[in-house]
Nanobody, 121 residues
Framework: VQLQASGGGLVQPGGSLRLSCAASGRTFSSHAMAWFRQAPGKEREFVAH????????YYADSVKGRFTISRDAAKNTVYLQMNGLKPEDTTVYYCAAGRFLATREAVYEYWGQGTQVTVSS
């Protein structure tokens, strides 16, 4: 069972990136999916989650209105569209899957390896 995150990179402030998280080894169609991020020396921070159906999404206040989480069940992939990026969004982003929607990382059973996002001019 693997979650493979990709799409990170270097972008200027105000720019956009789309992160992808592809699942393999099993289907996650009945799982909630989430994105977290973690800066060096800090705790992992919840960013957004989406229900298995895609109908229910929730965002951290720090990204609300700028980030959009979505999923493609046919591709077993979840996305994080990030617009209006700020330097404080710079960190490593992780995708996760679990049976329940939650903002706490302990609830999620499966984790991707992380992808670096750097927002800098």
């Amino acid at each position: 069972v693997q979650l493979q995150a990709s799409g990170g990179g270097l972008v200027q402030p105000g720019g956009s990136l789309r992160l992808s998280c592809a699942a393999s080894g099993r289907t996650f169609s009945s799982h909630a999916m989430a994105w977290f991020r973690q800066a060096p020396g800090k705790e992992r921070e919840f960013v957004a989650h989406i229900s298995w159906s895609g109908d229910n999404t929730y965002y951290a206040d720090s990204v609300k209105g700028r980030f959009t989480i979505s999923r493609d069940a046919a591709k077993n992939t979840v996305y994080l569209q990030m617009n209006g990026l700020k330097p404080e969004d710079t960190t490593v982003y992780y995708c996760a899957a679990g049976r329940f929607l939650a903002t706490r990382e302990a609830v999620y059973e499966y984790w991707g390896q992380g992808t670096q996002v750097t927002v800098s001019s």
